[in-house]
């Protein structure tokens, strides 16, 4: 495939025949999604997956794999320009745990199995992208940093890619955040956020008479009311999520544990300061209105950020898109393009193909659509490595 171009468009006229070229590498593809599907990875523990992946790379002729202080897994495809680099990231840790059956079923049109769309596709797209450009027979002028970050959901709180690119010498031009799931995904921005978790504990209570009236869970449904009456703009966008609640053990037994997991987003960093503040105020209250002790703990964090609509990062994703016939979903995210555009690197994340039953045991992802998932990737790639996703130099 010729990889020198003119204009985006002549990368656009390759769209319509380029998944049905795709198709070629299945084999290789379900193999590979296979191998590092079945090998649990939850947050912290992904060293296993992540040396599945770096054996892939290495059986399909990479030369440069490593693993970093993190447990980062990286490979590089080498460009013609050493100067150049591309950055690929799929995060390799998932939410289920190592007791959790890893089996997956392949069937006509889908793939059935934990994880599969978040993140196993992710990773087996890195897997196979040295098969796949030298299928296509493209040779990039930029070396692609093919990268499967640790540490990413939850307390990882992005770590893996936080060390990554702390550490990191070489010079990105670009970077593309690879999910599973959704075709037609483009996120380029990140809102605020913290992750929470207030946990309440009283002492073992002897007096039956007080027993109902000091409760860990009504202590903490006190602190979930005035959660609740925190004023809540419209503008910035603002949420407040209340994700769990958990305590108590019996009908029986007084409950002397409970906790709440919550997510606080905000458009505006200083609207997600001021939540946070004004919950350390309810918890301090709390502490002083029951015969409880309360610790609140930030799980993780975001800061709000992101390109512009407008930047041609941006526009060529949707260009590809509007070719390929894929309907852009577009939507601020949390995940791993939140701490690129953090430090001012453009930066985008697009999904690979449909997928259903998300984080259940049964997670599914459709096989078809992967060919234009990956069609939209190559594309963006080629535009990169040509200079049309740059944005215009200034002049003085």
Known sequence: METKFGSIDEILDLLPALPDKLKGIQETLIANLIMLSEIPSPTFEEEARVKMLLQRMLECGLDTISTDEAGNGVGIIPGKDLSKNILLVAHADSVYSSKVDHAISVLADEIVGPGVADNSLGMAVLATLPNILEMLGIELEANLILLSSTKGLGRGNLDGLRFFMDNNKL??????CIEGEKLGRLSYTAEGMFRGLITCRIPEVQDWQRAGQNSAIIALNDVINRILEIPIPRRPRTSIVLGAVRGGKSYNVMATQSSLRFEVRSEDAEMVNSIRERIDEIMADAQASHEAEFEFEI??????????????????CRQVMERLEVQPTIRPS?????????????????????????????????INPIYTGLAQLIAMLLAIDGGFCNEPEQLD
Do not use: C, F, Y
Request: a negative charge.
């Open 334 to 366: 949390m995940s791993e393009v939140s701490e690129l555009i953090a430090r001012g690197l453009p930066s985008v994340t697009l999904g690979i193909t449909e997928a259903s039953n998300l984080h259940d045991l049964n997670e599914t992802i459709s």
């Open 171 to 176: 010079p990105i031009e670009a970077g593309i």
């Open 299 to 316: 799980v993780s964090s975001r800061e709000p950020g992101g390109i512009d609509v407008g930047h041609p990062l941006v526009k060529s």
